[in-house]
């Protein structure tokens, strides 16, 4: 086993145990943890992506999420002061079904993963570089590019209005 | 003016008539009657002058219109000119006649007189239509138009709510004959492809099994309308309760024109009827003649005796006809006219004078006050009883000599019916008699009585001239150019005054025996009555006499509870099953599941997201099974 | 055993089903916020990993675009939330329960 | 390239931002705010005969991301037709949101940019990026009544239920690319025949569909729509369920259609399915409500379901139905939500009694209403009639194929007739219902009788002249191909 | 423009006009609403006058294209078949405009639903295009509700509106698919009638395309005309009716059906047709007897009038049932009949409850003494009902039992009791308890109608004595035209239809039903020639 596999495990391991602290922490259900373990997993899961040669999106993984997503969550969470709530006690049906349907769609698909079988004959040349990705993301993507900067302008005038403390 | 116009003319001046007073002269008493009056007797005289003219020809001549032609069904508008029908034509116009003229005087202080006319000119339309319709279809036509022009006639006083109920009783009664002729009707147009008398006579002449197996049934589906309106057993009871209508309409529908229709159908369809079917329809008369005497021996209202009396005499001639013997059935349906017509009038003259007194035995002693009346009543009786040398006598000996002449059991036992009815009828028509007009005043009103004025004691005097020598005027010669196209015997006088005892000499012997024996009975029992002493000498028996032998009741508890079973389990399950379980239920189904489907949305996210992932999962189970 | 596309795409799909399970779990608005941003990770890494085995550079554009929106929307809705809370002094979801039925 | 195709989009980016910043130059008072409304109409108005005339180009841009052809056009003018009633909605709407007026004007016309790029999108890029701008910009429009908590409440179940549902979808472009390679649904649809046995592909195309299926508000992704529908501010919820609905059908149309056909005729049945819970639950679950715009909100998951009668039929007159259905629903429940606006300014529910005495309040909102319910509920001789026929004709043209559509058009039928029992309880509150609180006079601008008159001239000239429309869609429909 | 599109648009123009007027302007409403039907009623009676009987084709055709994709096109004319019930409903119309003297609330909107209602239904009997057929007749339909439910009477009036809404649209949405169906299926590419007719003639629709079909119009069409036992709206929606719509529904409107399955079922799906109507002869008796029996316990009458209407319908079911020229043509009579009939009932009854205030019969009584002239309509409208000749329903019922005789004994047996005996039966007592007997002493001083108000009941009226004295006026314009339509049943291949199996092999004339009486027919023929010569 090389390297890569094991390190893929170990980042595998790493983002799929956050991802589940995040979701349900037997020891704190408190947001402010579930944000923490998800800054964990995001970080392993750019691990993941420089595993996959994909290292502009790791880096950008890092910057926008870890750095930006997270400290947004972390920062509406402090100004809410959500702990008093954070200790409802969860219903076993409740429980029960969301296992059940989760686990239904979770089996269907990896059950069918496992039985499809990917042609994996030409050896993984693409390298997710700045240049490269820059390149196509320019050329064949200029549109959608563009577009996405009215969803920011969106965005943006949407927090205003909804957060301006006066209704003025 | 063409000749063949004649008819029509007959045919529609009534209905002009009626439409003119109806649309008009509502409201002008005499004008109206006028006008109807006017009506029918011009068609009597249009009548005669169209015999005078044309002759008794005894090939049918037809006058035809196109009516209804749709493919197969060929409805005619035509009228069929034969001695028979023309016969009728006099009757219903000479008779109807007189007893417009007499309703003038009967109806002269009734608001409605002008209505009255209307109706009665209706009913002479309608009852003029069947006698000259030439075709099923059109019979049917006025034969449902008599049916409701006698509904309208019954219902005249529809205030009073025994008249409303007994015309939408003769109304039903007559549908339920109505609805056995129609079936006819239909069996015979499908098996024979024709509605005209002729062409469906020629067929049978030609082809006597034509009809084939159905043949006993398709007559006597036929025969059931004359059952309903010439009201034979069983479908008699609504006659005598038809005695609500008017005197006059009595005496015209009741006795002389509508109830005879049955019987002029019989004749005129003769070819239809088969032996097997001729049997059930001479057993039918002889019991209806037969049971209608012994009821009528028990009445007490003047007119329902007379109903009565009528619904025997109706008896006699269909069980002529059940025996072969149309012309005795004719005949006797003419001269039964006469007699019959004038009992009625003469009764109505009695109830008029006694301001709308009906019973019996509020009556008496009325031959001096009343003696016009007295003696046109004791005319009408003694034809009805059939005592020598009234009219009567002829056509019920012609009847008694049919049935004689058959030689087989059957024409026997109705020999015997006959004669035994023959008896009962006098009996009961004096009993009548003495107690009315003998005796003595049973009540004030009958003490105040007077004579009634002209205009109706004049119809009763040529009635009662009929009644006298209609068995005389060569009636039956004209019948029998039809029913027997080979012997037309043209006798004299005296060998027609004397025929019956020369033809027939044991039926008219019986016959005038039977009047004796009844004469008999009625004068000891009852010419010095003040109640009637039957009732302690039959017990029982008279009870159920006096109650019609409870046919009401039996209908009341079958036909109607039946029908109204029915309708209520039917109106139970339209309420309930249908409209109530089935919509309710689709219904309220849809009504609960739609409030129910609701709480899906339980207004929590998380209920939403769940459901939203469930949809994925089931959708993902089925895409990718 | 060579580690390929069908184990990244395990680990993707189940991140992702931890996220599907954390948004039907969770009762707070921010950690059902959260799992949705983990969903969106998966499908990020499936598309990374897609572009790698498929020689192919638009996955990654995708992650790219992916990622854009992902934080707008994770703005609008958090100021959304902020808001509400304002209002409501919760975020919780069992208090957002007038709009029912 | 040809960008000159994008002219439009250009031209209504520009307007969303003119508008915006107005405000600064114009001043706050109501009358001008309202003028700013006025002033979008005006210009939408012109693009629309401008720049979608009946000789519009066509053509595509981007490598084929871009495609202008007679399915987006007529989306387009949809799209613009439906934006210019709502602004006038809109505008009748302001006194109640009272701040950010402008801002609220812009994210329509940001929404409506959105919308329009969705009708020319033609690789999953442009579908994400498109889509993802009308939800986004419809988080905030719904929550912008930002002192109801209701709207708020709305807000943050679309914004959970949407991005669940963009996670979904998200992943499905995902596996789509990644068997497939293919990025653009034109050369998708050349390789998905190789596919149709990869479980991961369709399982992708199932995630994809999960987004749309969202967006159209169809079972089972539905269950965010009536409480959106009723906790939204009135002209966004018009805006919602017409023009977001469009959208999603008019990527929903080019997805099943232009990507993945054959996959398409594979799930022919699943369709048939869902197209039928669709319209039972829509039309059961509105039978006892009393909020209208709740109402309405189960009444869209109704349509949405006739709607996909068309989709479901596979064939180009079913395409071409869903057009065509899509034209007179805008009309029709433009109207209603107009009316709702305008009878409901000064109420804070929106309850059915509201209605109640409307015909002597104002005998022309009365009027309106009746016929956007009659047009609704398909009769004749308004445009929802014509659409319904066109759409059962379409399913049962396919029956031989597969007596599903049999079944389906009795499912419709059903749905149909129980849809009566309260489109006729919104009639008769308007005309005989007991209580009458008030009977106050309802004064209308000029311009909501404009918008109420152009409402009505749609349905009624659908109705009556449904030619020149049924050929465009059917023009639209072969554009598929 | 032909003169039909003239008929049906008077009303409707009216209607537009009425839009623009004040509403307390009553004079002028009732004016412009009745001078409307008049124009229509006028132009109907002189289309029925310039009808040539049996010209090949339709007659004052007029024809628009549409929708061309679809082929759909406005196109109207009439033949034999309709032209008739035009007429009918022409005069029907002008009636129910003339009653609405009885509606004091909310006049103009009233006025602007019937004539939408009269114009639809004008349009749609005109029409010989599918899509516009239903089209105007679904426009016709909607005012329907909202009248019952604003004007409606009685305390299950919201509970009738909603049970007739939900059960016609129910009807007209099954025809509706039958419709899509017809023009998916028949592959003609067109919804022109006589275009399809033609069309089908060569290509004959496929047998389970027409099992799919037909059963759909059927029902569909048989719930539109209450068929049994999808009934159950009918009485209860008259009953709560006000007079004009149920008029005008009970008597034109409800004729849709009944003329859409002789006019597009009956020629086109003749197979199908074949194998149906032995099914519907024994639901048609559930019209008959069935609501014959219900109509005998009702108590309001209202509701009796509703019943009968709804067992007359029967026998026009028993003549569509039996397929050929007799029953058909008897068919297409009572359905004119029956309008005036129908008009007229409720016509009547709805002046009497104006003027005493119930339907109850228990209460009424002896109304003939004061009210003459609608008592003695009324007794006239009883008789007519219950199938008396003199009045045009006698020769319908007739004729349709001439023409089901043949085919279905049995079931003729048990129509003709239905028709004679308890159709007699409700109606006189009817007539017994509200016309006969004592007035009850609180309507004594009822005033008859007035000379103006008895109009619409003498046009009724006239109507029915016109075609019950001269038959020929309306069977001679029939009989061409169901010719047409029954002519394809004498060499109709009955294969499938009976056996079940789908081999479209082409049966000789002799296998088919009906064959061996026409057979018989010929030879009698021949043999009353044959009698006749000698």
Redesign the interface.
């Known amino acids: 086993m090389d390297l890569q596999n094991i390190l893929f495990y170990v980042f595998a391991a790493l983002t799929l145990g956050c991802g589940a602290l995040v979701i349900a922490n037997p020891f704190s259900r408190n947001p402010v943890t579930s944000a923490m373990f998800l800054v964990l997993t995001i970080v392993s899961m750019a691990g993941l992506f420089v595993l996959l040669h994909a290292f502009f999106l790791a880096a950008v993984q890092i910057l926008v999420y870890a750095g930006a997503v997270i400290v947004l969550f972390l920062f509406v969470i402090s100004l809410l002061d959500l702990k008093a709530e954070a200790t409802r006690r969860v219903k076993l049906f409740g429980l029960l079904a969301g296992v059940v349907a989760v686990g239904a769609i979770l089996t269907i698909f990896l059950k069918n993963l496992g039985a499809t079988l990917f042609s994996n004959d030409s050896k993984p040349m693409v390298e997710g570089g700045t240049s490269e990705l820059g390149k196509v993301l320019f050329t064949n993507y200029v549109l959608p590019f563009e577009v996405v900067s009215v969803l920011l302008l969106v965005a943006m005038i949407g927090v205003i209005l909804l957060s301006k403390k006066k209704l003025d | 003016m063409k000749l063949e116009l004649l008819p029509w003319l007959v045919l529609f001046m009534p209905l002009a008539a009626a439409v003119f007073i109806a649309l008009f002269t509502l409201r002008l008493r005499n004008v109206s009657s006028f006008i109807s009056i006017g009506a029918i007797v011009a068609g009597f005289i249009l009548t005669v002058v169209f015999i005078n003219a044309n002759g008794w020809q005894p090939t049918p001549g037809e006058s035809v219109r196109q009516w209804l032609p749709v493919d197969g069904l060929n409805v005619e508008f035509g009228l069929r000119l034969d001695p028979l029908s023309l016969m009728m034509m006099l009757i219903v116009t000479g008779v109807g006649g007189a007893i417009h003229i007499y309703s003038r005087g009967y109806m002269h202080d009734d608001s409605g007189m002008a209505r009255f006319f209307a109706k009665l000119s209706l009913f002479t339309f309608s009852m003029l239509g069947i006698v000259l319709a030439n075709n099923f279809i059109q019979m049917f036509i006025f034969w449902e138009l008599v049916g409701v022009s006698s509904y309208l006639l019954i219902g005249f006083w529809f205030e009073k709510p025994s008249a409303g109920d007994a015309a939408k009783k003769a109304f039903i009664v007559n549908r339920l004959g109505d609805f056995g002729f129609l079936l006819g009707i239909l069996m015979v147009w499908g098996l024979l492809g024709s509605l005209n008398f002729s062409t469906l006579q020629g067929l049978i002449s030609q082809n006597p099994a034509a009809l084939g197996a159905s043949a006993t049934i398709a007559g006597l589906l036929v025969f059931c309308g004359a059952v309903g309106k010439s009201a034979q057993f069983p479908l008699h009871v609504w006659l005598p309760d038809a005695m609500e209508g008017p005197t006059p309409v009595s005496a015209l529908i009741h006795a002389a024109t509508m109830v005879a229709a049955g019987v002029y159908m019989l004749c005129r369809i003769f070819f239809l009827l088969n032996t097997p079917a001729l049997e059930v329809v001479a057993y039918i008369g002889g019991f209806t003649a037969l049971l209608a005497a012994v009821i009528a021996v028990q009445q007490d209202d003047i007119k329902r005796i007379i109903a009565y009396s009528t619904l025997s005499q109706l008896g006699y001639m269909v069980m002529s006809v059940g025996l072969h013997g149309q012309t005795p059935a004719m005949f006797h349906l003419t001269t039964h006219a006469f007699f019959k017509a004038l009992l009625f009038l003469s009764a109505g003259s009695v109830i008029i004078a006694l301001h709308h007194e009906q019973d019996i035995w509020k009556m008496g002693a009325l031959r001096q006050k009343m003696p016009i009346t007295f003696v046109t009543f004791l005319v009408g009786g003694l034809a009805l009883s059939g005592i020598w040398p009234f009219a009567g006598f002829y056509s019920k000996d012609s009847i008694l000599a049919q049935a004689l002449s058959r030689h087989d059991f059957e024409g026997y036992l109705l020999f015997a019916v006959g004669v035994f009815v023959a008896g009962l009828t006098t009996f009961y028509i004096f009993r009548l008699f003495f107690v009315v007009f003998c005796g003595k005043e049973k009540s004030d009103t009958a003490s105040h009585a007077h004579e009634s004025p002209l205009v109706m004691t004049l119809p009763l005097i040529v009635l009662a001239v009929f009644s006298l020598i209609g068995g005389l005027i060569g009636v039956e010669g004209v019948y029998d150019r039809i029913f027997l196209a080979e012997s037309v015997h043209s006798a004299g006088f005296i060998a027609a005054l004397f025929g019956p005892f020369i033809n027939a000499p044991l039926a008219a012997s019986l016959g005038i025996l039977a009047f004796f024996i009844g004469l008999g009975g009625a004068y000891a029992l009852y010419a010095k009555a003040d109640k009637d002493p039957l009732p302690e000498m039959l017990g029982g028996l008279a009870t159920a006499m006096k109650n019609k032998f409870y046919f009401d009741e039996i209908y009341e508890a079958t036909f109607v509870r039946a029908h109204d079973f029915v309708a209520a389990v039917a109106d139970w399950f339209d309420r309930w099953i249908v409209e109530g379980f089935c919509i309710g239920l689709i219904r309220g189904g849809t009504d609960l599941t739609g409030r129910g489907l609701r709480f899906l949305q339980t207004g929590n996210l998380q209920t939403y997201a769940f459901l939203f992932v469930l949809g994925v999962a089931v959708a993902l189970y089925f895409v990718l099974r | ?11 993707s ?76 002094r ?5 208090d ?6 | 390239m040809n960008a000159s195709l994008m002219t439009l989009e250009i031209w209504v980016i520009a307007l969303g931002i003119v508008l915006m910043l107005a405000d600064f130059f114009f001043g706050v008072t109501p009358q001008r705010k309202k003028a700013l409304a006025y002033l979008g109409i005006a210009a939408l108005a012109v693009m629309l005969l401008t720049l979608l005339g009946s000789d519009a180009p066509t053509g595509t841009a981007f490598n084929g991301a871009f495609v202008q052809d007679p399915l987006s056009i007529f989306f387009k003018r949809f799209f613009l037709v439906a934006a210019i009633l709502v602004l006038f909605m809109t505008s009748e709407f302001s006194e109640k949101i009272s701040t950010a007026v402008p801002e609220f004007y812009s994210l329509v016309i940001f929404a409506l940019v959105g919308m329009l790029f969705a009708a020319s999108s033609n690789d999953f890029a442009m579908l994400f990026v498109s889509i993802e701008l009308i939800t986004v910009t419809f988080y905030v429009l719904v929550s912008y009544q930002r002192g109801k908590l209701s709207s708020l409440e709305a807000g943050v179940k679309y914004l959970i239920i949407g991005a669940l549902s963009s996670a979904f979808m998200v992943f499905g472009i995902a596996l789509i690319w990644g068997t497939t390679g293919q990025i653009n649904f034109t050369e998708l649809a050349a390789v998905v025949p190789q596919f149709l046995t990869n479980k991961i592909f369709l399982a992708g195309v199932l995630f994809l569909l999960t987004g749309l299926g969202f967006k159209i508000a169809v079972v089972p992704f539905q269950i965010w729509a009536p409480d959106v529908y009723q906790g939204a501010p009135t002209p966004t919820t018009a805006f919602l369920a017409i023009g977001s609905k469009a959208a999603g059908f008019v990527l929903l149309l080019r997805v099943l259609f232009t990507a993945v056909p054959d996959v398409a005729h594979h799930w022919s049945t699943y369709l048939i399915v869902i197209s039928g819970l669709t319209i039972l639950y829509g039309n059961l679950c509105a039978i006892p409500q009393r909020n209208l715009k709740r109402l309405l909100g189960y009444s869209s998951i109704a349509h949405a379901g006739y709607l996909l009668l068309g989709v479901a039929a596979l064939s180009a007159n079913g395409q071409s139905a869903v057009m065509y259905y899509l034209a007179g629903y805008l009309f029709t429940i433009v109207a209603a939500f107009t009316v709702i606006t305008l009878v409901m300014q000064h109420l804070d529910n929106e309850d059915v009694s509201a209605l109640a005495g409307l015909n002597q309040r104002s005998p022309l909102l009365a009027t309106t209403m009746t016929f956007a319910m009659v047009s609704l509920a398909g009769l004749p001789p308004l445009a929802g009639f014509f659409g319904k026929f066109l759409l059962l004709k379409a399913i049962i043209a396919e029956g031989p194929a597969n007596y599903g559509y049999y079944y389906l058009a009795f499912v419709a039928l059903a749905g149909i007739i129980i849809s009566f029992y309260y489109y006729f309880g919104v009639i008769r509150a308007i005309y005989w219902s007991r209580e009458t609180p008030d009977l106050s006079p309802i004064r209308l601008s000029g311009a909501a009788k404009f918008s109420i008159a152009l409402c009505i001239a749609g349905m009624v000239w659908l109705g009556a002249f449904p030619n020149v429309v049924v050929n465009l869609a059917d023009q639209a429909a072969r554009a598929l191909k | 423009m032909s003169i039909l599109t003239h008929i049906f648009l008077c009303p409707l123009i009216a209607a537009l006009v009425l839009l623009f007027v004040p509403r307390n302007y009553r004079v002028i409403i009732r004016f412009i609403a009745l001078a409307g039907t008049f124009a229509s009623m006028v132009l109907a009676i002189k289309m029925f006058w310039l009808f040539v009987p049996g010209a090949s084709g339709f007659q004052f055709e007029n024809r628009v294209p549409w929708v061309e994709s679809l082929g759909i096109s406005y196109h109207v004319g009439v033949d034999g078949l309709n032209v008739g019930l035009i007429l009918m409903g022409a005069v029907v119309v002008f009636a129910a405009a003339l009653c609405s003297w009885e509606i004091q609330t909310r006049e103009k909107e009233f006025y602007i639903l019937l004539l939408i209602m009269s114009g639809g239904i004008l349009g749609a009997f005109a029409s010989l295009d599918l899509f516009f057929f239903y089209f105007l007749h679904e426009l016709a339909l909607v005012p329907t509700f909202i009248m019952i439910g604003v004007w409606g009477r009685g305390e299950r009036k919201n509970y009738a509106t909603f049970q007739i809404t939900l059960y016609l649209s129910i009807g007209a949405l099954l025809a509706l698919l039958g419709i899509i169906g017809l023009y998916v299926k028949s592959g003609a590419n067109t919804f022109d009638i006589p275009q399809m007719i033609a069309y089908v003639k060569t290509n004959p629709m496929a047998l389970h395309a027409q099992n799919f079909v037909f059963p759909l119009l059927l029902f569909g069409f048989g719930i539109l005309v209450s068929l049994w036992p999808f009934h159950s709206w009918a009485p209860l929606g008259y009953g709560s009716a006000p007079s004009p719509t149920a008029m005008i529904h009970a008597g034109v409107l409800k004729k849709f059906g009944l003329y859409g399955l002789i006019r597009i079922a009956l020629p086109l799906m003749p197979q199908a047709a074949q194998s149906w109507m032995s099914l519907l002869s024994w639901l048609c008796l559930g019209n008959i007897l069935y609501v014959g029996w219900v109509a005998m316990r009702q108590r309001d009458l209202n509701l009796l009038i509703g019943n009968s209407s709804v067992a007359h319908m029967g026998f026009i079911f028993l003549g569509i049932a039996s397929l050929n020229l007799i029953g058909v043509t008897g068919a297409v009579f009572i359905m004119v009949a029956h309008g005036f009939l129908a008009a007229l009932t409720f016509a009547l009854s709805g002046f009497i409850y104006q003027r005493t205030g119930t339907l109850q019969m228990v209460e009424l009584g002896g109304l003939c003494r004061p009210l003459r002239f609608i008592g003695t309509a009324l007794v006239m409208a009883a008789m007519a009902g219950c199938g008396l000749p003199g009045f045009a329903n006698f020769v319908g019922e007739v004729t349709v039992f001439f023409g089901a005789w043949n085919r279905f004994p049995a079931v003729t047996v048990l129509a003709v009791w239905g028709g004679l005996v308890i159709g007699g039966i409700y109606m006189t007592r009817a007539v017994r308890t509200i016309l006969h007997g004592p007035v009850p002493a609180k309507f004594a001083g009822l005033e008859d109608a007035g000379l103006w108000r008895k109009f619409p009941y003498a046009l009724l009226l006239a109507g029915l004595l016109v075609f019950g004295f001269f038959p020929k006026l309306l069977t001679n314009q029939i009989e061409p035209d169901a010719t047409k339509i029954i002519s394809i049943y004498q060499q109709v291949p009955v294969a499938a239809a009976n056996t079940g199996n789908s081999t479209l092999a082409c049966v000789p004339v002799s296998n088919f039903k009906a064959a061996p009486r026409d057979f018989q027919a010929a030879s009698i023929d021949n043999r009353r020639t044959a009698i006749e010569n000698q």
């Open positions: 055993m060579q580690v390929g596309l069908e184990h990244y795409l395990t680990v799909f189940v991140l992702f089903a931890l996220g599907l399970f954390g948004v039907i779990m969770r009762r707070n608005l921010l950690v059902i916020y959260m799992s949705l941003e983990m969903m969106l990770n998966a499908a990020n890494l499936a598309l990374v990993a897609f572009s790698r085995f498929n020689n192919k550079l638009d996955g990654q554009v995708l992650v790219f675009f992916i990622i854009t929106v992902a934080a707008a929307e994770v703005s609008v809705g958090l100021a959304l939330i902020v808001a509400l809370y304002r209002r409501r919760s975020a919780h979801v069992e957002l329960t007038s709009l029912k039925f």
